[in-house]
């Protein structure tokens, strides 16, 4: 199978991540402001509990599939059987969580309507094969299917949500752009596959491998779903749902930008490298990686910290001012998962340690649960953030403390200390602006503009080498343009 480029995947898949947000992010303002605080706290606490399902529904399918894929992608007939064997495990195991989840509903009192059409997204999970895609690095079928149907999906919010009493509206078009554009992915399916012999298809075969990624994904759910879940059960408050899923929306974004695409294409570009022993490649990779995360991640860090006074008024509307301080403790969260993100599909996932990363995860989702059960019923959302960012720290500590020195502090800290420096004074400078330019549109646009140079300027100034070999590029495109 013909390679396709490195960067180009990771410029299509941090398209792809972005398009994965971008139609809450982009309707968010008009969804804040028609639904509320309260009709999003709604829908978030919800939404909480039918990804409990969803996620039983996967097991590690997602990683797992990619991964296994990436070793065969070159040989057509075994990534066929290996294909099939994935899915019609996927195809049971989501059947299994279906009816399940409908004997759930029928016990439920509360928001039923809300539960059932929530039912599509578990139906989804059947034609969900983005994981075949990035196995063979074909990006391109992903982030064409999704930019479609979020499209089409942004057009439909605008034409029929237009009052608090069309919550259900609004939750029965995320969840159809979500299995259409699933279903969308199959037409092209015939090119990369061949028809096999039932016969020879072993399902159950990877029910156990899948377990052990499944592992790390339900430990992960515990500080990022359970939360939202906890939040509404100990404080019966739909407000304070909706604060924290408008804070955790805008966190999201910036991990997507920072880290998640270029990790994804990565980590199954890294089993393909582990399985040729391409060790120096391997290297290389993972010390682009890391400096672009740290780099990416301190801009952000400190950039959101300092604009979300304004922001947040300006972008979701009146009523949001308790997501300005939750925005400010969740911050550090982008680069803490980007470093441990980056060491997990960089080295515990290629290499075949995912369960001794799924130990580390559990360790951390302990943490967030102990801390979430003493924080919230004083502190409500707060004591969430609080709670998240503690355990996603005890996580990346592990990581690091396990790694056998694939990355190492000094690696790390080499670059690290420099941006964190410009991001500190970035942080002031938003400030300064913030003091002085009374409107909110302006403040937002002159911040973040100002923010971005002086955090870049002040990078060029300390000799930063991943701003140092961009400027390079730029001037070298200039001279062979002139």
Not at 222 to 238: C, F, H, R
Not at 423 to 428: E, H, K, N, R, V
């Amino acid at each position: 199978m013909k390679e396709i480029s490195l960067k180009s995947n990771v410029i299509l898949s941090l398209i792809y991540q972005i398009l994965t947000l971008i139609m809450p992010f982009i309707t968010a303002p008009y969804i804040s402001r028609i639904l509320g605080a309260d009709g999003i706290g709604i829908y978030s606490y919800t939404y909480s509990f039918q990804m409990y399902f969803s996620m039983f529904a996967t097991l590690g399918t997602l990683t797992y599939g990619s991964r296994e894929i990436a070793r065969v992608r070159n040989i057509r007939e075994k990534r066929s059987i290996l294909f099939w064997e994935i899915e019609l495990l996927t195809v049971i195991t989501t059947i299994v969580c279906l009816i399940v989840w409908f004997m759930f509903l029928y016990i439920q009192k509360k928001y039923k309507i809300y539960y059932l059409i929530l039912s599509i997204n578990i139906l989804a999970i059947i034609f969900d094969i983005s994981w075949f895609y990035s196995g063979i690095e074909r990006f391109k079928y992903i982030v064409l299917q999704n930019l479609l149907f979020k499209i089409l999906g942004i057009i439909a919010i605008f034409l029929f949500v237009k009052s608090k009493e069309c919550l259900p509206h609004y939750m029965t078009i995320i969840v159809l752009s979500t299995i259409l554009s699933n279903i969308s992915m199959w037409f092209y399916l015939p090119k990369y596959i061949q028809r096999v012999k039932w016969k020879k298809l072993k399902i159950f075969h990877h029910f156990k491998e899948t377990l052990i990624y499944f592992i790390p994904t339900i430990a992960t759910s515990l500080y990022t779903v359970l939360d939202k879940t906890l939040i509404g059960a100990i404080t019966g408050d739909s407000f304070e749902n909706g604060y924290y899923e408008q804070a955790t929306k805008i966190i999201n974004m910036a991990k997507s930008v920072s880290f998640t695409a270029l990790n994804n294409v990565l980590g199954s570009r890294m089993s393909y490298l582990y399985a040729e022993k391409k060790y120096d490649e391997i290297k290389k990779r993972t010390n682009q990686s890391l400096s672009y995360i740290t780099f990416m991640g301190s801009g952000v860090l400190f950039g959101i910290a300092g604009t979300a006074p304004r922001l947040i008024p300006w972008f979701f509307g009146d009523g949001y001012e308790p997501v300005i301080q939750l925005l400010r403790i969740l911050s550090p969260i982008v680069i803490i998962i980007g470093i441990s993100n980056c060491i997990g599909s960089h080295y515990y996932t290629p290499i075949g340690l995912r369960s001794l990363s799924a130990k580390f995860l559990i360790a951390g989702s302990v943490v967030n649960l102990c801390l979430n059960c003493i924080l919230i019923p004083k502190y409500k959302s707060y004591g969430a953030a609080v709670a998240s960012v503690a355990a996603e720290s005890v996580i990346t500590v592990l990581y690091f403390l396990y790694c056998n020195n694939f990355i190492t502090i000094r690696q790390l800290l080499s670059n690290l200390w420099k941006r964190i420096v410009a991001g500190i004074i970035m942080f002031l400078l938003i400030s300064f602006v913030n003091v002085l330019i009374q409107n909110n549109t302006l403040a937002v646009i002159l911040e973040i503009m100002f923010g971005f140079l002086s955090y870049v300027l002040i990078l060029f100034c300390l000799k930063d080498d991943f701003v140092i070999q961009i400027v390079s590029i730029i001037r070298q495109t200039l001279k062979a343009s002139d």
